[in-house]
């Protein structure tokens, strides 16, 4: 197959012979100054041969044409005039667009003697004098020919050195994409005639960015370098590729091992290509993490392929890092449903479909409510009930976590105001976000809704996760800081799984520690639990903060932690979080029965 028309332009622009391209609809798209002289115009390019030929000849022409555009090459003589013979011939081509057409080139024209004669004149001649002037002509035409291929395989080769370059990434000397591209062409066309599948697979280096901080830019490319041979030399694998960045992509035959097996040899290719890079001195550690597709049974299109590979890798790095993940097809519908997800919940906020719910906290001596936390609820309408934990991880993919919290927290203030005021509770909980508590304005901008509402800030109780302040401590101590001098509780959330970080603990205006409900299902179970929340509940009193345990279900657990002198405490023994309405009916009842 011929290169590209662009790469052979200039070349056919200083032929002495006619040369012009067509494009499948049988359209002139070039000719040369010698093709344009031959047919005695400039002004033919976008048309086809019926705007000079009579329509018989057209259709000898478009049969010839199509035999090329299917793949052939030709050698024909053609009347491209009364009496006048073109001996041409015609290639395959990709066009600058990347679509198909064909490169023609008239090697000679003869115009015989006998003008009136046959149009078979020429092949009748050929055939029946063999030492006529015919036969000189033809071997001069095939001596132009050999030139002429030769030429053309010049080019060819020119073509392929400059491609080779083109596909190689300089920092590894591995393919680059490009490349990778050929390969996995090549691999489906050799499956398509074995019959055997192969694998695809993206690699990429956990933390990479660390690695260039910590140990230089130098030292990172080194580390491409090696993590890149090593997987070059895994047996199997039949193509290596820099993808760009930190990734990789591999092309790897599978060995008949079944599933398991499979998943353990790529788990140990894994290792062997992370394992520790010494460089100079040091010796840097490195992990990573893969996913992979197959051929034909994932898919057979080559980027829908690739597709899974990575939603392999990207769930092989959402489970932790430092693993490897074949594509299941169940993976691409948990992607599909978090996109899809994505995708309309700017809808459903705008909608008001994500709403508040309530969930009681009781003070654990009297059993009187205190308090209400707001969560919140959105019922899709194809997946049905989103888990909120799911649903503010992906509002925060799509940075939309605090127009989120904002628009329920909006209609909490609305809803609860009449049970503020009715002292049917004494303030409403709310969780907010991490990437607001380190917004400058954030505060501020929060008394100011309050104050909107009519709501005292000492109704308020702001609920935030360990997690969301190791980050930048100090952000989050300005914003708690002037919420607090305000009036606002504050609450560590899902407190004894995460950092536990004393710092925090110290530094910030903190009121409330939520006991995460793991540690409540825990007792009973575990020995030490017991011990660690008393523990917890000392160092509450040290450091003047309120405990509130969450998830009490059982009459044990509520005992148990009232008994080690736990304030407050809330669950589905007392009440899931409900609407609104539903709480308000709840509240009031549960205060007859109280009272
Ligand atoms: P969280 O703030 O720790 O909320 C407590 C979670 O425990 C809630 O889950 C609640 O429904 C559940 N729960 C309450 N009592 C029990 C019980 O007795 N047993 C069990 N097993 N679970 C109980 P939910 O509503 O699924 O919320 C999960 C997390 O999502 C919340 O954890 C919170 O971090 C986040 N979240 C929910 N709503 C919001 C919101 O409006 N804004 C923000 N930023 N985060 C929210
Ligand atoms: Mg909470
Ligand atoms: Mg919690």
């Known amino acids: 197959m011929i290169a590209a028309l662009e790469d052979l332009r200039q070349i056919f622009d200083a032929l002495p012979y006619p040369v012009f391209a067509k494009n499948t609809k049988h359209q002139w798209i070039y000719g040369n100054k010698a093709f344009e002289q031959l047919i005695g115009t400039a002004d033919y390019l976008g048309k086809d041969d019926s705007a000079f030929f009579p329509m018989d000849q057209v259709k000898v022409f478009r049969t010839e044409d199509r035999r090329v555009f299917g793949g052939e090459e030709s050698l024909n003589e053609e009347e491209i005039g009364k009496g006048l013979f073109a001996l041409t011939r015609k290639m395959p081509l990709t066009l600058p667009d990347g679509s198909f057409g064909l490169v023609a080139i008239i090697l000679a024209t003869l115009q015989p003697d006998n003008s009136e004669a046959d149009p078979a004149w020429i092949s009748e001649t050929l055939r029946r004098e063999p030492e006529s002037q015919v036969q000189h002509l033809e071997s001069t035409w095939s001596k132009r020919t050999e030139e002429l291929v030769q030429r053309l395989n010049d080019v060819e080769s020119m073509h392929m050195s400059t491609l080779q370059i083109a596909r190689t990434d300089t920092t590894t000397g591995l393919m680059n994409r490009l490349g990778f591209d050929a390969e996995m062409e090549k691999a489906i066309q050799a499956s398509q005639s074995t019959g055997k599948s192969f694998g695809v697979a993206f690699i990429d280096v956990d933390l990479f960015k660390q690695i260039n901080d910590r140990f230089g830019h130098a030292a990172g490319d080194r580390v491409l370098k090696v993590v890149g041979k090593r997987l070059s030399e895994l047996p199997d694998v039949f193509a290596v590729a820099r993808w760009g960045g930190d990734e990789f992509a591999l092309l790897t035959e599978l060995p008949n091992i079944g599933m398991t097996r499979l998943i353990q040899g790529f788990e140990e290719a894994r290792q062997y290509a992370f394992m520790p890079v010494k460089d100079d001195n040091s010796r840097i550690t490195v992990s990573g993490s893969a996913g992979m597709a197959i051929y034909p049974d994932d898919a057979t299109d080559p980027e829908e392929l690739m597709r899974y590979a990575d939603i392999a890798l990207m769930m092989a790095k959402q489970s932790g890092r430092g693993r490897v993940l074949v594509f299941d097809h169940k993976l691409n519908e948990t992607e599909k449903r978090r996109t899809q997800i994505m995708r309309d919940l700017p809808d459903a906020m705008a909608k ?35 888990d909120p934990a799911e649903l503010f991880d992906l509002a925060r993919m799509c940075a939309l976590a605090s127009d989120l919290d904002k628009s329920v927290r909006t209609m909490a203030f609305e809803q609860v105001k009449p049970w503020l005021d009715n002292n049917l509770v004494s303030y409403l909980s709310l969780n907010i976000s991490p990437q607001d508590i380190m917004c400058e ?155």
């Open 441 to 595: 304005d954030f505060a501020n901008s929060f008394l100011e809704r309050l104050a909107a509402f009519g709501i005292s800030p000492e109704h308020i109780c702001v609920e935030i996760l360990e997690s969301a302040i190791v980050g930048d401590l100090e952000a989050a101590q300005a914003t708690l800081e002037t919420l607090s001098a305000a009036g606002v509780k504050i609450a560590l959330d899902d407190y004894g799984t995460g950092f536990s970080n004393l710092r925090a603990l110290l530094d910030l205006p903190l009121d409330n520690l939520k006991l995460d409900q793991s540690l409540v299902r825990s007792l009973g179970t575990n020995n030490k639990v017991g011990n660690l929340l008393v523990s917890i509940m000392e160092l509450a009193k040290a450091l003047d903060v309120r405990v509130i345990a969450e998830g009490i279900e059982t009459r044990l657990q509520s005992t148990f932690v009232t008994s080690i002198g736990c304030d407050l405490m809330q669950g589905y023994l007392f009440s899931a979080p409900l609407p609104a309405a539903q709480m308000d009916v709840w509240l009031c009842d549960y205060r007859e029965k109280v009272a």
């Open 352 to 386: 008001g479909e994500i709403v508040p719910y309530y969930q009681p906290i009781l003070c654990t001596t009297k059993r009187t409510v205190r308090g209400v936390e707001a969560l919140a609820r959105w019922t899709h309408k194809e997946f049905g009930p989103i």
